[in-house]
C-alpha cells in the first residue's frame, strides 16, 4: 500500500522526492504511467518504440530532480518530454529502419532499475486485457495512418483531454496554430473513417 495519500500533490510528491525520498519518485510513476503508455500506445502504435520512450520519460523525470521547477504544472510536462522523445523515437525509426533502439534500462544504475521493475512487475498491463473489437482495432489503425503532427494532437486532444493552451505548450506552437491543425486532424480523420468503413462493408 502507497504511504503517499491520493490528496498529496503532484508539486509535494516532487520536492519529497527532490529531497530523497525514492517512494515518492514511485508514487508518480503510478500516477501516470497508464496514461502516458496509454498515449504513446495510440501514437507509436510500435511495442518496442513504446516501451523505449515510456522508460525515457521516466528516466528525465527521474534525472531532473534537482531542476525540476516544482510550480510548473507535472502533466503537460511529462507528455511534452514523451511527444519530443516519440517524435525523436519515429525520425531515428526512419534513418535507421534495421536497427533497434534498444532498452534504455540496460545502461542505468541498479537505483532506476529498481524503480522500474516496480512497474513492469506485473506480466500484463490492464489494457493489454482488453479485448479490442473490428471498430476500435480500425480506429487505432486511422490514426495511425495520420500525418505525426495531426496524430499527436488528437490524441492530445481528444485521448488525453488536454486544453488549448496546454497542448500549445507540449507542441511548442500558438494556441492559434492548435485550434487551426486540431480542425485539419479531426476533418482528416472523419474523411480516412470514411473510407477505411467504405473498404470494410466492400
Known sequence: ?????????????????????????????TRYKDGLYAFLRKFLNQHDMIEDVFQETFLQL???????????????WLFTIAANKAKDALRKRQRT???????VADSQDMSFDDVLNTLTSDETMPYDEL??????????????DMPENLREILILAYFNKFSYK????????????VKSRLHTAVAKFAEDWKTAFRSRKS
Open 166 to 177: 496546454q497542448m500549445a505548450q507540449i507542441l511548442s506552437i500558438p494556441i492559434g496554430t
Open 1 to 29: 500500500m502507497s504511504p503517499f495519500s491520493k490528496k498529496q500533490t503532484d508539486a509535494e510528491l516532487l520536492a519529497r522526492y527532490a529531497a530523497g525520498e525514492e517512494p515518492a519518485f514511485r508514487e508518480i510513476v
Open 97 to 103: 529502419a534495421a536497427v533497434s533502439i534498444g532498452a
Open 131 to 144: 479485448e479490442e473489437n473490428e471498430a476500435s482495432s480500425q480506429v487505432r489503425q486511422v490514426i495511425a
Open 62 to 76: 527521474y534525472t531532473s530532480r534537482d531542476s525540476f521547477d516544482t510550480d510548473r504544472p507535472l502533466r503537460p
